[in-house]
């Protein structure tokens, strides 16, 4: 593989899952070959990222396998590809026992970056010590940088940027605030029967996040 990288979030309901499958299928059209991962034992998202990427998403789940089957599983089917993108589960740092079979942990385990997606909704600057304790938090969690979602102008984008600037971390981009990229959840998962337009993801990915730097992750 030529790039990897890990989507979490601050919490559940952030974006990861739109983001995570966004640049599955626009990396995918540009003619990448991106094997899709996903932490935990969920086998909704998996069928998600399958049907854009055209290749099986593996679950990466410390709490079922020893972290050398994980990293077993991650080299097998990644090694042809041209960038694997894992999507977390929950908050980066939530798992069974504390941090253990977190998000966080698969990070750990496979040595790779993480991207964070931050939900900005009626927040700026308040970002800051939000994003400082995530990336001081664990020693071992290299969080590489940020895409914030639910941006509401231009303005707050830049105020957000301003606080890349400030802690020294990567901003790789945003997405704006829009009803079509709401999924409603239901009891099991996400409601995938309302699910956004694909080709309208991949444009605003495509013209909002920097999508060439997060290849060279």
Not at 26 to 39: A, D, E, H, I
Not at 135 to 147: Q, Y
Not at 196 to 205: D, H, R
Request: charged share 25%; glycine share 8%.
């Amino acid at each position: 593989m030529k790039s990897a990288f890990l989507i979490a979030a601050p919490t559940s309901g952030s974006g990861k899952t739109t983001i995570a499958r966004g640049l599955m299928a626009l990396l995918t059209s540009k003619g990448y070959k991106v094997q899709p991962f996903k932490c935990g034992p969920d086998y909704i998202d998996t069928k998600f990222h399958e049907s854009v990427c055209g290749r099986p998403s593996i679950n990466l789940d410390t709490f079922m396998a020893t972290p050398e089957h994980v990293r077993e599983l991650f080299d097998h089917y990644g090694k042809d590809a041209d960038v694997c993108i894992i999507e977390g589960m929950m908050g980066l740092f939530d798992g069974y026992d504390r941090d253990k079979g977190s998000s966080a942990e698969i990070a750990q385990v496979l040595d790779i970056p993480v991207v964070l997606v931050v939900d900005t909704k009626s927040a700026a600057y308040s970002m800051a010590p939000l994003l400082s304790g995530f990336m001081n938090f664990h020693k071992d969690v290299h969080i590489a940088g940020v895409i914030y979602n639910k941006v509401g102008s231009e303005r707050h984008y830049h105020m957000l940027q301003q606080v890349c600037d400030d802690l020294g971390i990567g901003c790789f981009g945003y997405l704006p605030k829009s009803p079509a990229l709401e999924q409603s959840s239901r009891y099991l998962g996400l409601d995938f029967s309302q699910r956004p337009e694909t080709k309208q993801l991949q444009e605003l990915i495509e013209n909002n996040v920097r999508w060439k730097k997060l290849l060279e992750l």
